[in-house]
């Protein structure tokens, strides 16, 4: 069962909706690429864990005895989510920016001075600054690969040229934040690893979007943000056992050496792992509900239980976001004046996320942004950190782009209501 605007059909986007407190306001999320809105699963785990638990962990009392349950729980559901072997592969922290800077000191503690390491131009900088940090303290050398600025593809030549020379590490983004680029990211595991590199991927973008197999894809580590996937403001890691076992944890004295905790310093946010594993439920309610057709083809990749309820969700969510990502483009490319930046080609979907960037000849992005909002139509305008985008666009200096990104419980009509005002203030300009 696809979620499309038939009559049988708009009721199952109806239940989603309904799904998301947030959206009882009469405005339109299209801000969702720095953060979607919250499933009601997800803030009934956070509520009851406060109520409930809320307590230190491994104690010896009720609360700590049921602050373990959540918290073992929500890793199992994680490593669900990825398909990780296991929940000890599973590592929290506050955000992904945390993480990444946090396991880049474990992972470059044996770089040796000229040794060199591989980042993108497309990526976040929160998979760019930690290695270059890190680089930089090694006494390690960084090469860069390009993307193309036409249609904001990642050069894979350079990315196979920059392999030959042996890399350390390769970080790379899933899907850009700023461009809606689909990395090919198998591929360029399938590559590195053929160099001995080890590759980490910013999955931060894609997670709300599609499947995510990490035993399929062979990376070395994954890390996504549960705020983007309807959850709280939480960073998930997922990171080969061996590899974490053998890597040096930056933490003190007392914490334990066992993974998942051997990297989960301090005492975590539980309540915000409770609303991890919230979102997580809310996908299998999708999955359920909605992703029927798909089992046959997904039984056959041999999931079961839980992770077959969540590829289930997360592919029918795809196949609904490329309704949404047909119209999105097709209601930019209406507007006189705009440029859309990054994949363009309607015939190609399946190589973006529902995520577009643009800019309106004439207007800086913040007054698009501002005269949107006056609409109530929530987007972003700027860099979103991805700073080598706009640098390499020649638009950091005239304020970046204006960011519009749908999630699977927009509209279409939301769409048509986003090319209205956007004809508007064109027309107004």
């Known amino acids: 069962m696809f979620l499309d605007t038939s009559p049988l059909l708009s009721a199952s986007l109806t239940a989603i909706r309904s799904q998301f407190p947030a959206l009882n306001r009469r405005v339109v999320f299209f801000d969702n690429p720095g953060g979607t809105q919250i499933a009601r699963q997800s803030l009934e785990r956070v509520n009851r864990y406060l109520l409930e638990c809320n307590a230190n ?4 009392f009720a609360t700590s005895i049921a602050t373990d349950a959540v918290l073992d729980e929500a890793h199992r559901a994680m490593a669900d989510f990825y398909n990780a072997a296991s929940p ?6 506050a955000n992904m920016t945390t993480l990444t800077l946090h396991i880049s000191r474990s992972i470059s503690r044996d770089w040796n001075a000229g040794d060199e390491i591989v980042l993108t131009r497309l990526d976040h900088d929160a998979n760019v600054t930690p290695w270059v940090l890190a680089a930089q303290d090694r006494g390690c050398n960084v090469i860069w690969v390009d993307f193309h ?3 904001g593809t990642l050069n894979m030549e350079e990315m196979q040229a920059a392999l030959e020379r042996k890399p350390r590490l390769v970080a790379v983004g899933y899907a850009s934040n700023s461009l809606g680029t689909i990395n090919p990211v198998a591929r360029i595991v399938k590559m590195a690893h053929e160099a001995g590199s080890l590759v980490y991927i910013d999955a931060v973008q894609y997670a709300p979007h599609a499947p995510i197999d990490v035993q399929k894809l062979g990376c ?8 983007k996937f309807f959850g709280p403001h939480q960073g998930i890691l ?13 933490k003190v004295r007392p914490a334990t050496n066992r993974l998942p905790g051997k990297f989960e310093t ?49 592919t029918v969510i795809r196949a609904y976001e490329f309704e949404l990502s047909r119209a999105m483009l097709s209601a930019l490319q209406s507007i006189p004046d705009l440029t859309v930046y990054g994949p363009t080609d309607i015939r190609r979907l399946e190589q973006r996320v529902a995520t577009f960037s643009f800019c309106l000849r004439g207007l800086h992005p913040r007054q698009v942004a501002e005269k949107l909002a006056r609409e109530g139509i929530y ?8 700073i080598g985008v706009t640098e390499r666009l020649g638009l950091e200096n005239s304020g970046g782009m204006v960011r ?9 009509e939301e769409v048509d209501g986003l090319r209205e005002a956007l004809m508007k203030i064109y027309e107004e300009y």
């Open 238 to 250: 997922y990171g080969r056992r061996e590899l974490l076992e053998d890597l040096f944890a930056y």
């Open 220 to 227: 070395d580590f994954l890390v996504s943000s549960s705020y």
């Open 404 to 412: 519009v990104g749908a999630a699977h419980y927009n509209t279409l």
């Open 266 to 314: 301090g005492t975590q946010n539980h309540e915000g792992i409770a609303g991890v594993l919230g979102a997580i439920e809310y996908f299998e309610w999708i999955g359920r509900e909605f992703g029927s057709e798909h089992i046959e083809g997904l039984a056959e990749k041999g999931y079961q239980g839980r992770r077959m309820e969540l590829k289930k969700a997360m």
């Open 149 to 151: 600025p036409e249609d």
């Open 57 to 60: 962990h491994e104690g010896a």
């Open 379 to 386: 987007v972003w305008d700027g860099n979103y950190y991805a």
């Open 88 to 93: 000890e592969e599973i590592i929290f922290g």
